[in-house]
C-alpha cells in the first residue's frame, strides 16, 4: 500500500474516540510523525537496492597541502622507492650483451646479405633463456611488429635488438625526468627541466667548451624550445609523455657523441655554436646594452627588413618590461621565425596577425597590413617598373593568399587552414618581412636570372 494512502487512512481516523477533537497543532505534529516515519522507511527500502555502490574502489587522492611537511615527505620517499624499483627492472649493459649473444647463436640462416634474421621458434627459445627482465619483449605482437617481407617469415636480429635498446632508453629517460616531477603528476615544470637540463650539461661532451657563467643562458635557450613546441597553451608545465614523444630529447641527447659534425651541431639547436649564436645575436642587437630589446633594437634583426607594423603586434602581444623584451621573450620570436613550417610557429604569428583578436583572418587583416607597409616598397615597386613588371596591388596580393591557403571559408583564414595548406611559411613571409614580400613576388624572375648564371658557368 503506497505511503500517502496509509498517512490520510490514519489521519482520518481519531486514535482517541469518535467524540474527542485534537487540536490543529496535535494533528499537525501527527501528521509531521508519521511522515518521517513512513518517508524513513521507504527511503530505507531504496537504498538496499543500492548497495553496489559500495563496492566502487577509491580513486581520488588528495594531495598533501603546503603546511603537511610529513605526508609531502612521504609521498617523495614513496616516490624514490616505486622509481627506483622501476629502474631495477630495467635491462642493463651486461644483460644487453648477454641478450645479443643469445640472439646470435639463435640465428635462422640464411642471412640477408650481412644481416642475421632469426624466426619465430628461435625467437621464443631466446625468450626463455633470456631471462625475467626480458618476457615482455618476447611476444607474437612484437614478432609481428617487426616481420615485413621475409619469405621465411624471419625478423632482423639487428631491428629487434634496436627494438629493446629503444625500449630501455625509453624507460630509463622516463625514470630519470620522473625524478625531477616535484609534483609527481606527470609533468615538469620550467624550473623542473631546468633542473634536469643544467646537471645533464656535465655529461655531453659537446657542451665541455661552455664557461660555467653561460649554463644559466644556455639551460634558458634549451628549455625555451621544449615549451614553445610542447606547451602551446602556455600553462607552464609539460607532459613528461609529450617530452620522450618528440624528437628535443634526442637532439640534446646528441651532444654525447663527441664526434658529432659541424653541420649537425650547427642544425642542432641545443648544440654550443647554435646556442651561442642566438645569445650572440641578442646582445649585438641591445645597442644600449641593458640586457633588454626595444622595439627599434629588434628591428634589425635578420636583414632588418621586418615591417613596422609587425613589430608593434610584437610588443602589443608579448610580454614585455616597460615597453622593452627579455631574453625568453626573445627566444620565443626567434623560434617561431626559424620555424615557419611549424604548427606552434604558425600559431604565435596568427596571433600577432589577427588584429581583430577574431580567430581567423580576412579581407580586413590583410589589407592592414598590406596598406601599412605600402609606403616601404615604395622603392620596390620603381625597380619592378624599371624591370617592366606590373605594380604590385593589394588585390593581387589578397588573392595569391586565399588561393594558396584553399581555406573552408572563402572569406576568412583560420590557423588550422593555414597549417592545412602547408603554405603557411610563406604566406606570413609576405605579410611580415619585405624582404620574403620582394623574393616571392619576383620569384620568376630570379629562377631566370639562375638559370643563366647556370648556363654561363656551363659555357665557362
Not at 631546468?194 to 628549455?223: H, M, R, W
Request: glycine share 4%; with cysteine; net charge negative.
Amino acid at each position: 500500500m503506497d505511503w500517502k494512502e496509509v498517512l490520510r487512512r490514519r489521519l482520518a481516523t481519531p486514535s482517541n474516540g469518535p467524540n474527542k477533537k485534537k487540536s490543529e497543532q496535535e494533528l499537525k505534529d501527527e501528521e509531521m510523525d508519521l511522515f518521517t516515519k513512513y518517508y524513513s522507511k521507504w527511503k530505507g527500502g531504496r537504498k538496499n537496492t543500492n548497495e553496489f555502490y559500495k563496492t566502487i574502489p577509491r580513486f581520488y587522492y588528495r594531495l598533501p597541502a603546503e603546511d603537511e611537511v610529513l605526508l609531502q615527505k612521504l609521498r617523495e620517499e614513496s616516490r624514490a622507492v616505486f622509481l627506483q624499483r622501476k629502474s631495477r627492472e630495467l635491462l642493463d649493459n651486461e644483460e644487453l650483451q648477454n641478450l645479443w649473444f643469445l640472439l646470435d647463436k639463435h640465428q635462422t640462416p640464411p642471412m640477408i646479405g650481412e644481416e642475421a634474421m632469426i624466426n619465430y621458434e628461435n625467437f621464443l627459445k631466446v625468450g626463455e633463456k633470456a631471462g625475467p627482465k626480458c618476457k615482455q619483449f618476447f611476444t607474437a605482437k612484437v614478432f609481428a611488429k617487426l616481420l615485413h617481407t621475409d619469405s621465411y617469415g624471419r625478423i632482423s636480429i639487428m631491428q629487434f635488438f634496436n627494438y629493446v635498446m629503444r625500449k630501455v632508453w625509453l624507460h630509463q629517460t622516463r625514470i630519470g625526468l620522473s625524478l625531477y616531477d616535484v609534483a609527481g603528476q606527470g609533468y615538469l615544470r620550467e624550473s623542473d627541466l631546468e633542473n634536469y637540463i643544467l646537471e645533464l650539461i656535465p655529461t655531453l661532451p659537446q657542451l665541455d667548451g661552455l664557461e660555467k657563467s653561460f649554463y644559466s643562458f644556455y639551460v634558458c635557450t634549451a628549455v625555451r624550445k621544449f615549451f614553445f613546441f610542447l606547451d602551446p597553451l602556455r600553462t607552464g608545465k609539460i607532459k613528461i609523455q609529450d617530452i620522450l614523444a618528440c624528437s628535443f630529447l634526442d637532439d640534446l641527447l646528441e651532444l654525447r657523441d663527441e664526434e658529432l659534425s659541424k653541420e649537425s651541431q650547427e642544425t642542432n639547436w641545443f648544440s654550443a655554436p647554435s646556442a651561442l649564436r642566438v645569445y650572440g645575436q641578442y646582445l649585438n642587437l641591445d645597442k644600449d646594452h641593458n640586457g633588454m630589446l626595444s622595439k627599434e633594437e629588434l628591428s634589425r634583426y635578420g636583414t632588418a627588413t621586418m615591417t613596422n607594423v609587425f613589430l608593434d603586434r610584437v610588443f602589443q602581444e608579448c610580454l614585455t618590461y616597460d615597453g622593452e623584451m627579455d631574453y625568453k621573450t626573445y627566444l620565443d620570436f626567434v623560434l617561431a621565425l626559424e620555424n615557419r613550417k611549424e604548427p606552434a610557429a604558425l600559431q604565435y604569428i596568427f596571433k600577432l596577425l589577427d588584429i581583430e583578436n577574431k580567430g581567423y583572418l580576412n579581407v580586413f587583416s590583410l589589407n592592414y597590413f598590406f596598406r601599412i607597409y605600402f609606403c616601404s616598397i615604395q622603392a620596390i615597386q620603381e625597380l619592378m617598373k624599371i624591370h617592366g613588371q606590373d605594380p604590385v596591388s593589394f588585390q593581387d596580393v589578397k588573392d595569391e593568399i586565399f588561393d594558396m591557403v584553399k581555406p573552408k571559408d572563402p572569406l576568412k583564414i583560420s590557423l588550422q587552414d593555414l597549417i592545412n595548406s602547408n603554405q603557411g611559411d610563406t604566406v606570413t613571409t609576405i605579410l611580415i618581412d619585405l624582404n620574403g614580400f620582394w623574393t616571392y613576388e619576383n620569384r620568376e624572375a630570379l629562377v631566370a636570372n639562375d638559370n643563366e648564371n647556370s648556363a654561363d658557368l656551363d659555357d665557362t
